[in-house]
Structures are given as structure tokens and as C-alpha cells.
């Protein structure tokens, strides 16, 4: 009979246990005290200061959240900032994933000819930079010289064009699409991972139940990957909140026009590093990402407490 | 209920031929199971009949309807997979009356089929209960209750009983045995399990490397196995076999004699001087006795007791062992030599090309 791992433990000298604790547990710690949990008390102790112009810190407790959330000249650009995180992160969720979830679904058809080729398609922009994915879409979607409105015109929809991404009415939603372009192939590959433990007898016998694909799909196959659906939400959720590059990059830090594309992490620069007349202020900066934690944060207790709890896992 | 006809049934895989010309014709209320080694083409039979795979080439009559075309549902057919394949997000009622939903059936009926269904397999108690807190068994019944609430005219089964424990298979076995007498559907069975197969079968078909090998009654099968693999296939421990020769032929009379048996008679007209043969007897046909025109001695090597007979593993003249099997108290020690006979009848001859030429007469 092989001994039992909690067995061995309790026989063991507590040095050598704590020898071996140290050994395995040991670097992962390490790692992720210097990068992470250092960074982040780091950033909250510092949002309880302010500096004065000679660059000298004192303690001001809450005071700058008080600021941020109080005075109009912090509290509005912040609340801009959040409104349009919102949209974004609504874009995604209603645009990027159900689309995942059908690519997977076709992924996953019997007799689909060409999958792998599909499969990796459609991931390859998950791939490129952010960077390049910006520049291009700001060429493809430039009136100037952008292919976009020719092509419109192509097929005779060229009053349809607009230089989308210069009206503030709809630039979020124009790069909010382009990201979703970008990362849709993420949730596919999950999803038509989900979808591959599905055992063929399961669906053999939907189909002798008289259920045709589009029926499998939606009565058998998507309840079974629920859980993965809602991971890919999570994950959603925590990548948009956390967002920046994409509209650092075709819309520069002022995420114009008239900050009609600024999100939490656009405005989080500008306060901390500043931009242009804007001075840097690290304190305010540290004062923004530590809200924005606490955003994620209580996101994330919300999905724990209200969907995780209640979805279900299959074993097959 | 309704008859099940296949023709000149083909499937390939690419080059691979799985099945090669399938013949069957399957009386309406008869149950038949499908025996045969591993990857012989069992399931591929069984999912073709559903309408799971498509057919290379050949005709299905479900009913005395073609049902080539025809989707799995339309075909009027009801499947039970190996691993049961229960929908894991639906509870008990709600697995038996999917189906229902989709084809139409009205909800007070599909209630009585349920109820039904539920009380003729002990399955009242479970109805609100998922999958998961099943245990093998009741997922097995289950699982059979979703196929009778189709009302299918033929019943499919890929080993239903293969991942249930030696007492379980044996219970469901006699309860799948009732359910047959009950419903007096059609049931076509696929199965590794001999004595499932002898058991359940009103007839048995022989399956080897996608072809039909011998469709007959179990104890026919067992009494007289058309070919070499027929009889080294069906029967457990498995048919010795002996290498022989026809030493002489006289009038309607081959001499057959081989190495470490005595030479005996057979009544065969079409054997030559000098063809190959081979003897095949079933250890449980060998015993000692007098009588009997096959007799083989050998010296006893291994004796396994399993109580109400032992095995024992003897080993000829000519270095080959063979088994015979020992009713009674008397078990032959090892070491012992032991001359051993069969009944004329219990002697099967095969010539080279594997096929039966007939058991000897007595001389
Ligand atoms: N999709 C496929 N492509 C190629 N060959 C296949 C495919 N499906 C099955 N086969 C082959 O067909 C043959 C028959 O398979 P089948 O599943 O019918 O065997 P079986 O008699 O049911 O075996 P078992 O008793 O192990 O279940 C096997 O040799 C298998 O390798
Ligand atoms: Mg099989």
C-alpha cells in the first residue's frame, strides 16, 4: 500500500517539511510577490499621498479618491472614462463572444472540410500586435486613402461610409469592433476546445432522437460548455477593464475625438505619466488603478457569487 | 415491430474496406446478435443500420421500407450506446421524453410512454434524478428507457453491458431477456460477451473482418460451426484444433490420420489422398471413455480446478498441447498420461480451405 502524501508530512521533522515547503512553494512566491502583490500595495499605499510641487510626498489618506470621485474637473473624465469601458466591454460581450461561440459551433461540425485551415485563420490576428492590427485598421478605415470606402462602393453601398473613427458618435464602437476582430479567435479556440470533449456518442444519440445540428448545438452542445462560456466572459471582462493599448495606439494617449474613445487605462496614463500641457501626477495615478482594481475586483466577486456558484460541470 | 433486410451492404473507409457484402434478413420480433472479434465491423453494422454512417454501397429495409436516405429518427429505429449516452443536463424524465418533443408526440403521450417505460424498468423512484447520481446500472436502464419511449420497430444495442460489473451483466441481462419477451420487438445486439450472445439470441451472426462468417441458432452455431472460425470463435475455452492428412480413401470413405491421435474414419466423397485437414473438438467433449472414434493421448502438464470441472492442459506426442475439460471428482494429476475420447458426432472436420466437411461415423 503506498503511504498517504498527508501521512508522510506528519512523520516528517518540521525543518526538513518546512525545508521542502520552502523549496517547492519557494520561487513561485517569490515571483509573484516581486510582480504582483509588491506592485500592487505598492500603488495603493502610494494613492494616499500627494506630492507637492518641490516633489515632496505627505500622507493624505483617502483624500484623492475623494478627488477623483468629488471634483468635477477629476470626476467627469473619470466617469467618461468608466462609461465608455462599459460600452467596450459590452461590445465584446455581445459581438466577440456569441461570434466565438458560432465559429466554434461550425468548427466543430461533422464533415467540415478545410478545419484546420479555418481554425487557424481565424486565429491569426489573435497573434499580430496590437500595434500593427491599430495602423492597419486606421489605414483601412481612412476617407483619405483607406480601402474601406472604395470597397463600400464596390459593391454600390458607398453612401454607407463614414470615417467611423473620427465621429465621436461612433469611434468606441469602431475600435471596440476592431479589438473584437483581433481577439474573437481566443473564445473560439476555447469554446471548440469545450466542444471536442463532447463525446460523439452523445451526439450520435441526439441525432437518433431526431435533433438536426442547429438543435445539437443549441439543446446539447452549448449547455454542456456553459462553464467555459462563462470563463471566457471572466476573462473578457478583465481584459477590457484592463485595456489600453489598442486606443494608445490609433488614438494616441488622448483617445480622442473629444475623449469619446478614453477608457480606464487611457486615463490612468494621462493622470499618471501626464500628456502634453497635462503634468504627470503619480499619486492621482495611483489613485486611479487602485479604483480600477477595486472594479475588477468586485466584477469578479459579483461573477463568483452569482454565476460561478450556479453553473455545472459535466464529466463525460 | 417490423422485419430488417440488408443487401450487399459495402462501407469503406478510403481504401480500407470495413464491410464487404453483408446479407442479412431479420424476421420481425427476432433478436439477433452480432459476435465477432474486435474491429470486425460490429458497430459500423449496428450505426449503419441507424443511419449514423452512410452506406459505400447496398440497400437497408427497415419494415419493408427502404431506408437508405432515411435520417437516424425517420427510420424508426432506438439506439443504446455503450457508454449510455445520457444527456448529463437533463434529469431522468427529461432524457426519455427529448426525443419525444422533437418528433411530435403530443405531452399527455409522451407521459403515459414515460410512465410506462419508467414503471416496467424500476425506474419510478429516479425520474427527477441526473445522470450523475446514477449508478451504472440505472444509467443502463435509463438508457434503455429512453429507447423504448420511442416505440422503435427495431431495437439497436452496441454492448449495453460492458461497463457494468460481472453481477449487474448478469441481472440486466435477464431483464433485457424479459424486455424482449414483453415488447416482442426486433432487437439487433452487439456484443463481445459469449454468453450473453448464446443467451439472449433467438439468432447469432459469426462476424470476421467485415463479412458474414455463419448466421445460425446459438446451439447451432456451437453444434455446427460452418467453418474453422466459427468454431474456434464460439465456445469458451476455445476448440482444440489437430493437424491432419487423408491417409487413404476407400469407396465413400477418407481415412483421416494426424499426429497424436488415432486415425478414424470419415464419410466424405469429395476428399483426395494427401488433402490437409483439421480436427476440431471442444474440450468440454473430451472425456475418458471407451467409446467414441477420436482418441488422443498425452501426458497431463496443468490441471486448473474451477470446481465443478477442471481444465486440463495435456500435452501430445507430437509436442502441441491441447485442453480438455474433466467433469466430476476424478481430475487427472499432472504427469499422468491420459488417452482421451469424443463422440463421433462432437468431431469436426475442416478442410483446407477452413470450410466444415463433417463429423466421422462410426466404424
Ligand atoms: N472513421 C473511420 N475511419 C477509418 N476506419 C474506421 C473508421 N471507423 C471505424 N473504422 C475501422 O472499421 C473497423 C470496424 O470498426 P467497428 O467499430 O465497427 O469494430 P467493432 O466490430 O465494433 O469492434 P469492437 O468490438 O472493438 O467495438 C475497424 O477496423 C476500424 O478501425
Ligand atoms: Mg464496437
Known amino acids: 500500500m503506498p503511504e498517504s502524501v498527508s501521512n508522510i508530512t506528519a512523520q516528517m521533522p518540521r525543518a526538513k517539511l518546512a525545508g521542502l515547503l520552502l523549496f517547492f512553494l519557494g520561487p513561485a512566491v517569490a515571483i509573484y510577490t516581486l510582480f504582483s502583490i509588491y506592485p500592487l500595495v505598492a500603488t495603493m499605499a502610494l494613492s494616499t499621498y500627494t506630492s507637492d510641487p518641490s516633489g515632496a510626498r ?21 466617469w467618461n472614462a468608466l462609461g465608455n469601458n462599459l460600452i467596450f466591454f459590452a461590445v465584446h460581450m455581445c459581438v466577440q463572444n456569441p461570434v466565438g461561440i458560432a465559429l466554434a459551433g461550425l468548427l466543430s461540425l461533422p464533415g467540415l472540410r478545410l478545419r484546420g485551415f479555418y481554425r487557424t485563420v481565424m486565429f491569426l490576428p489573435t497573434m499580430l500586435s496590437v500595434v500593427i492590427v491599430g495602423f492597419s485598421w486606421n489605414l483601412i478605415l481612412s476617407p483619405l486613402w483607406g480601402v474601406a470606402a472604395g470597397a463600400l462602393k464596390a459593391v454600390g453601398l458607398g453612401s454607407l461610409f463614414a470615417p467611423w473613427l473620427g465621429l465621436e458618435s461612433s469611434a468606441l464602437v469602431t475600435l471596440s469592433l476592431i479589438s473584437v476582430w483581433q481577439f474573437v479567435g481566443i473564445p473560439m479556440m476555447l469554446i471548440y476546445a469545450a466542444l471536442l470533449n463532447i463525446p460523439d456518442e452523445l451526439i450520435d444519440a441526439a441525432r437518433v432522437d431526431g435533433l438536426g445540428q442547429f438543435r445539437i448545438f443549441f439543446h446539447i ?96 | 415491430m417490423a422485419n430488417l433486410r440488408i443487401e450487399h451492404l459495402h462501407k469503406r473507409y478510403g481504401a480500407t474496406a470495413v464491410l464487404n457484402d453483408v446479407n442479412l434478413k431479420i424476421e420481425d420480433g427476432e433478436f ?57 443536463h437533463m434529469n431522468v424524465r427529461k432524457n426519455m421524453t427529448f426525443g419525444l418533443k422533437f418528433t411530435g408526440v403530443p405531452p399527455a403521450e409522451r407521459e403515459r410512454r414515460v410512465t410506462e417505460a419508467a414503471r416496467m424498468l424500476r425506474l419510478d423512484e429516479l425520474l427527477g434524478r441526473y445522470p450523475r447520481d446514477l449508478s451504472g446500472g440505472q444509467r443502463q436502464r435509463v438508457a434503455i428507457g429512453r429507447a423504448i419511449v420511442r416505440e422503435p420497430a427495431v431495437f439497436l444495442f452496441d454492448e449495453p453491458l460492458s461497463n457494468l460489473d460481472a453481477a449487474l451483466r448478469v441481472s440486466t441481462r435477464v431483464e433485457i431477456a424479459n424486455l424482449h419477451r414483453m415488447l416482442k420487438s426486433t432487437i439487433v445486439y452487439v456484443t463481445h460477451d459469449q454468453v450473453e450472445a448464446m443467451t439472449l439470441a433467438d439468432r447469432i451472426v459469426v462476424m470476421n473482418k467485415g463479412c458474414i462468417e455463419q448466421v445460425g441458432r446459438p446451439l447451432d452455431l456451437y453444434y ?97 498441447l491441447f485442453v480438455a475439460e474433466v467433469r466430476g471428482r476424478q481430475t487427472p494429476t499432472p504427469g499422468e498420461r491420459v488417452a482421451l475420447a469424443a463422440a463421433n458426432r462432437d468431431v469436426h472436420v475442416f478442410d483446407s480451405s477452413g470450410l466444415r466437411v463433417s463429423s466421422p461415423t462410426n466404424t
Open chain 1, 58 to 78: 505627505s500622507f493624505v489618506g483617502l483624500a484623492n479618491f475623494k478627488t477623483l470621485l468629488g471634483d468635477a474637473l477629476w470626476s467627469k473624465p473619470f
Open chain 2, 32 to 88: 439477433v446478435v452480432l459476435v465477432g472479434p474486435s474491429g470486425c465491423g460490429k458497430s459500423t453494422l449496428l450505426r449503419m443500420i441507424a443511419g449514423l454512417d452512410g452506406a459505400s454501397g447496398g440497400d437497408i429495409h427497415i419494415a419493408d421500407k427502404l431506408v437508405n436516405t432515411l435520417a437516424p429518427a425517420d427510420r424508426g429505429i432506438a439506439m443504446v450506446f455503450q457508454s449510455y449516452a445520457l444527456y448529463p
Open chain 2, 224 to 320: 455446427a460451426p460452418a467453418n474453422l472460425f466459427v468454431a474456434g470463435f464460439i465456445g469458451s475455452p476455445a476448440m482444440n484444433f489437430f493437424e491432419a492428412k487423408v491417409a487413404g480413401v476407400e469407396g465413400a470413405c477418407a481415412r483421416v490420420d494426424g499426429p497424436g491421435f488415432r486415425s478414424f474414419d470419415l464419410p466424405a466423397t469429395s476428399l483426395k489422398m494427401g488433402d490437409t485437414l483439421t480436427v476440431g473438438v471442444r474440450p468440454e467433449h473430451l472425456a475418458r471413455r471407451e467409446d467414441g472414434s477420436f482418441t488422443v493421448e498425452g501426458v497431463v502438464e496443468l490441471v486448473e480446478r474451477l470446481g465443478e470441472s477442471s481444465f486440463a492442459y495435456v500435452r501430445r506426442a507430437d509436442d502441441r
Open chain 1, 221 to 316: 452542445k452549448l449547455p454542456l460548455v456553459l462553464p467555459t462560456i462563462s470563463l471566457v466572459s471572466v476573462l473578457t471582462f478583465v481584459a477590457n477593464f484592463n485595456a489600453f493599448d489598442l486606443i494608445y495606439s490609433v488614438k494616441g494617449a488622448l483617445a480622442g475625438p473629444n475623449f469619446a474613445t478614453d477608457i480606464l487605462g487611457t486615463f490612468f496614463y494621462r493622470t499618471f505619466f501626464g500628456n502634453q500641457l497635462q503634468l504627470g501626477n503619480p499619486t492621482m495615478g495611483s489613485a486611479v488603478a487602485t479604483v480600477m482594481f477595486f472594479i475588477i475586483l468586485l466584477g469578479l466577486c459579483l461573477y463568483l457569487f452569482f454565476v460561478q456558484r450556479r453553473i455545472r460541470r459535466y464529466a463525460f
